[in-house]
C-alpha cells in the first residue's frame, strides 16, 4: 500500500496568512492527488485534483503543486472559512489511500 | 445540484450485520462509478469499497474483504453496503463518494460525497 504523510500535523494562523501544507507519498503517484477539506462533523469537501485542479466552485487562493511524492497545498490568504482538517489522498493505486489530516487553526 | 444521502447506520452488536444505503439524485446516477469510505478518529479516513457504474467491477479494501458487500441499482438510483461478521474496529461515519465522471487513473478522484452515517460496533 501507499503510504501517505502530511507535515505539520497541526498549525496555527492569523487571517490573512500565507499557508502551507506538505503531503509526502511513499513512492511515485505521478499527479494523482487530491486534497480535501473537512470541518468538525461534516464531510470532507473536495478542493483539488490531479495535483492542482480546483474542483468547481473552490476558490482560487487554494492552490495545489507537485509530483511524484511531493505535494503541498497553499492557502494564499486564510480566511475564517478556512480554519479545517485539511486531508490529502492518493488515487494512483489501490487501496485509495489518505493522508492523516492537518489541522489549521486561529492563532 | 448533485446530493448524495446515506442512511442505514446504527448501533450494532460484534457479529451482527447491517445494510447501508446511499441515495443518489441530481445527476445521471448509472454514469458514475462509486465509492465508500469510513471514517474513524484513531485511523482517519479509509477506503473501504468501489464499484463501477455497471457493476462488472468491484474491489474492497483488505480490512473488509469477505466481510463487506457493495452493490447498487442504477434504477433506484441508489448504492449500497452490506456489512456482516462486524466488529469494533468497524465502528465509524462511514461515507459514499462520487468518482468524476470518464475511465481511466486520471477520472479516479471523488468529486462529491455524502453526509456520512455513523454505524457503531458495541455489545
Known amino acids: 500500500d501507499i503510504q501517505m504523510t502530511q507535515s505539520p500535523s497541526s498549525l496555527s494562523a492569523y487571517v490573512g496568512d500565507r499557508v502551507t501544507i506538505t503531503c509526502r507519498a511513499s513512492?511515485?503517484?505521478?499527479?494523482?492527488l487530491a486534497w480535501f477539506q473537512q470541518k468538525p462533523g461534516k464531510a470532507p469537501k473536495p478542493l483539488i485534483y490531479?495535483?492542482?485542479s480546483l474542483q468547481s466552485g473552490v476558490p482560487s487562493k487554494f492552490s495545489g503543486s507537485g509530483s511524484g511524492t511531493d505535494f503541498t497545498l497553499t492557502i494564499s490568504s486564510l480566511q475564517p472559512e478556512d480554519f479545517a482538517t485539511y486531508y490529502c489522498?492518493?488515487?494512483?493505486?489501490?487501496?485509495?489511500?489518505f493522508g492523516p489530516g492537518t489541522k489549521v487553526d486561529i492563532k | 445540484e448533485v446530493q448524495l444521502v446515506e442512511s442505514g447506520g446504527g448501533l450494532v452488536q460484534p457479529g451482527g450485520s447491517l445494510r447501508l444505503s446511499c441515495a443518489a439524485s441530481?445527476?445521471?446516477?448509472?454514469?458514475?462509478?462509486m465509492d465508500w469510505v469510513r471514517q474513524t478518529p484513531g485511523k482517519g479516513l479509509e477506503w473501504v469499497s468501489y464499484i463501477t457504474s455497471d457493476s462488472s467491477t468491484i474491489s474492497y479494501a483488505d480490512s473488509v474483504k469477505g466481510r463487506f458487500t457493495v452493490s447498487r441499482d442504477n434504477a433506484r438510483n441508489s448504492l449500497y453496503l452490506q456489512l456482516s461478521s462486524l466488529r469494533a474496529e468497524d465502528t465509524a461515519v462511514y461515507y459514499c463518494?462520487?468518482?468524476?465522471?470518464?475511465?481511466?487513473?486520471?477520472?479516479?478522484?471523488?468529486?462529491?460525497w455524502g453526509q456520512g452515517t455513523l454505524v457503531t460496533v458495541s455489545s
Open positions: 513512492q511515485g503517484i505521478s499527479n494523482y
Open positions: 463518494a462520487r468518482r468524476a465522471y470518464g475511465s481511466g487513473t486520471y477520472y479516479n478522484f471523488h468529486d462529491y
Open positions: 489522498q492518493q488515487y494512483n493505486s489501490y487501496p485509495l489511500t
Open positions: 441530481g445527476f445521471t446516477f448509472s454514469r458514475y462509478s
Open positions: 490531479a495535483a492542482s
